[in-house]
């Protein structure tokens, strides 16, 4: 609800209200609130409008006069970012412009397999047009009811089915931007093959707003499973984690579309902080595995594939127990258990969170030598591992000795673990941001661990596309 917006003699602020209406010029703070801090509430910024446009005219009409006034804009979507990429600075000079009205199904074509969609669209209103039309839009987060497909685009999101479907990066197709100076580029081809030069798209994603602002994208799509099977695998290690992701993809091949690593001090902390979550198993296990095949014959089909290729894994001394889901109700609760951990350890107190990815093959090398070196810098640590194994992306998260204080912890330890971690993420040949992209949370470390080359090339982008320096400015790379 837009308050009585205070009177102005903002010359900024005027133009833009004439150019998209004064209901759509947020000023007063209370309105401007929610997209002023962050998810994680970590940062917080201020702002001299936020603005939210219909169109992408009008998108690009307020670029213009942000350009004309030399103000800085910030894209958001649905603020679910995790690394402060769509939070103002502190200086309240800053526009933020939320994509949010702009949240059209453009079209669905079912024979070419794609969807247009407006930047604004959430991630979960897609999937559903998707599944309406007879087709499986596969992108899928936790944060999926509020996320927006310009957001996910731009920080190139990963989620539970990276797998079988690959990145928001591989479902995209064609794009329409706003430029730093405001001019459309209508790039919205759905063609899976267009050899025609530099590959423009491919730089605005993942670029987290500093080159431009997406305003649509074509996306694509794929036929719905016949069925969904789920299980549950408990293992030793990681390393044998590893031998089952290598069974399931020899027995399943594409049809693995979920492998997710659980540890059981994380299952742990879930049956702390929700005691309804009941433990899988009879006895506790080093790691619960949860797989997910999507079938396109019959749940029968998948149920024969599951129970052969553990019956391979059980034969091979693998697998310690294993339990596959009889209905979408025990399927729910696989996937509850591995959702929640993030929302345990939020509970349990602040910790210091890494989203890190190696190469499939060297992950359990990875845990095993951080776990000593962590163990030795910050005698007690407790490791919150788990994630997406089947993508090589673990979120490597370290936890307070139990009965510590947080705060005091975070304050002695941070930057320390955060270098122990990435060091060896880098030794191992990783990135320090798998998903969750750099926005402010990782300027310093990316401009660490990238080479001199690799940041003078980032800068040359920044410069070609964004001379003036206004879009995003201090995300991604801090000195552009
Ligand atoms: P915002 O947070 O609004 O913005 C993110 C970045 O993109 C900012 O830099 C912003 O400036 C820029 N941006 C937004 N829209 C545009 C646009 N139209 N044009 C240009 N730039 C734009 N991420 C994963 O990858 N995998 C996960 O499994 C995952 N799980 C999550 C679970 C939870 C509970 C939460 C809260 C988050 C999770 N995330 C995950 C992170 C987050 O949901 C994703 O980063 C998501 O893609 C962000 O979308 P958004 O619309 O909220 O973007």
New binding site residues.
């Given amino acids: 609800m837009n308050a009585a917006a205070p009177a102005t003699s903002d010359v900024f602020v005027l133009e833009c209200i004439a150019a998209i209406g004064d209901t759509n010029v947020l000023r007063d703070p209370s309105d401007m609130a929610g997209y002023l801090t962050?998810?994680?509430k970590r940062y917080t910024g201020q702002a001299r409008a936020v603005l939210r446009p219909g169109s992408t005219e009008e998108v690009a009409e307020i670029v213009r006069i942000a350009a004309r006034h030399n103000v800085a804009i910030?894209?958001?979507?649905?603020?679910?970012?995790?690394?402060?990429?769509?939070t103002p600075d502190e200086s309240g000079s800053q526009a933020v412009?939320?994509?949010s009205r702009?949240r059209a199904v453009r079209a669905i074509d079912p024979a070419n397999n794609t969807i247009t969609v407006e930047?604004?669209c959430?991630?979960a209103d897609m999937q559903r047009a998707a599944r309406e039309s007879d087709r499986l839009f596969p992108l899928?987060?936790?944060?999926?009811g509020?996320?927006?497909?310009?957001?996910?685009?731009?920080?190139?999101?990963?989620?539970?089915a990276v797998l079988a479907y690959g990145?928001?990066r591989e479902l995209c197709l064609g794009l329409e931007?706003v430029t730093a100076s405001g001019e459309i580029w209508s790039g919205l081809r759905g063609l899976r093959k267009d050899n025609t030069g530099y590959d423009l798209r491919d730089l605005?994603i993942g670029?987290?707003?500093?080159?431009?602002?997406?305003?649509a994208a074509v996306m694509k799509l794929y036929p719905l499973p016949a069925a969904h099977m789920t299980a549950l695998a408990a293992v030793d290690t990681p390393h044998e984690a590893l031998k089952l992701l290598e069974i399931a993809q020899r027995a399943a091949g594409p049809l693995l579309t979920g492998f997710e690593l659980m540890s059981d001090f994380c299952l742990s902390l879930v049956g702390k902080h929700f005691p309804d979550m009941r433990y899988p198993f009879a006895e506790r296990h080093g790691q619960v595995v949860l797989l997910e095949l999507s079938d396109n014959e019959s749940e029968e089909h998948a149920r024969n594939l599951f129970e052969s290729l553990m019956q391979t894994a059980f034969d091979e001394g693998v697998v310690q127990d294993a339990v596959v889901a009889q209905n979408l109700t025990e399927s729910r609760a696989f996937w509850n258990l591995r959702?929640h951990i993030?929302?345990a350890q939020a509970e349990e107190g602040l910790n210091i969170k890494h989203?890190i990815a190696v190469p499939i093959s060297r992950i359990g090398h990875f845990i095993d030598e951080t776990a000593v070196l962590i163990a030795a810098a910050a005698p007690g640590s407790r490791m919150v591992v788990f994630g997406?194994l089947g993508d090589g992306n673990l979120h490597y998260n370290v936890q307070t000795p139990e009965g510590g204080d947080p705060r005091a912890f975070l304050k002695t330890y941070q930057t320390q673990l955060n270098r122990i971690v990435y060091d060896n993420v880098v030794a191992h040949h990783g990135t320090i941001s798998?998903?969750?992209?750099i926005?402010k949370l990782k300027v310093e470390d990316n401009a660490r661990v990238k080479t001199p080359v690799e940041l003078s090339l980032m800068r040359a982008l920044k410069h070609a596309l964004d001379p003036h320096g206004r879009?995003?400015p201090g995300?991604?790379i801090a000195d552009a």
């Fill in positions: 962050d998810w994680r910030v894209p958001q979507g649905g603020n679910t970012g995790l690394s402060g990429g769509a412009v939320s994509l702009m930047a604004g959430v991630l899928s987060l936790a944060a999926e509020s996320c927006t497909i310009g957001g996910n685009l731009s920080t190139n999101a990963g989620g539970t990145t928001t931007v605005f670029a987290e707003g500093t080159l431009g602002i997406i305003t959702e993030p929302l989203d997406h798998a998903e969750h992209g926005g879009m995003n995300k991604v």
